[in-house]
């Protein structure tokens, strides 16, 4: 009976070592926690860039959407921004060029410009002949896929939001499209006018400078308040 009962232990004890080295394989040949959590961020950043980029190739299908579109030609569509900075904000797009920002023009590109310069006075001498606007490119877009901006200068939008969007429209990160124009004709190319990349940075970190008066505001909520106070006032007029 004694030798039975010692057996039974002896074959019970190496049943759970050898179950014991199973576990432990598994657990060495399964990812760590640390492996698992890189391995999501990786996904994570992939889907991002995916987002990102999809984002920023929008203007391509925005064109396509006959809801969206306010006039069309041969060579260039109009359509409403769809965050729009200001009470009216229109996109001018070339069809065929392309262009992912203005510091690819070349003379090559003024007669395209200047179809486009026009389309965008007809649209606001049409529509809105009353409304003072700004007509222009940023130095960094967005978005792919060349695009004018016509927005109105009262700035009065829920779609801006921060000083980044501000100041893309009012410092030196708005090109002006006429002196653009006169740039290419006279140069050929924007080489010596584009602001290179740090003044771009410099510019989008500028202090809140209302368009409309020599306010200076702490906070683009401060600044908004100021500018709806603005468009009021000029309401009233």
Known sequence: MLYLVKFFLL???????????????????SPSPKRIKNNWAKEGSSKDITKKHYWKSGLSQAIMDVENIVASSDTVVIIKDKYPKAKFHYLVIPKVEQLNSARELTRSHINLLKEMQE??????KDRHPETKFKIGFHA???????????VSTDFVSTCLKTKKHWNSFNTEHFLDLPELISK??????????????KDIELYLKKALKCNQCSLEAKTMPNLK?????HAQSSSKM
């Open 225 to 229: 308040q100021h500018l709806n106070a």
């Open 119 to 124: 389309k965008a006075k007809g649209l606001v």
């Open 11 to 29: 074959v019970s004890a190496n049943a759970f070592k050898r179950l014991m080295e199973a576990s432990k394989k598994i657990g060495d040949n």
């Open 140 to 150: 960094k877009p967005s978005m792919d896929h060349l695009h004018l901006h016509v």
């Open 184 to 197: 290419l004709e006279e140069n050929g190319n924007l080489v010596c006018y584009y602001p290179t990349d």
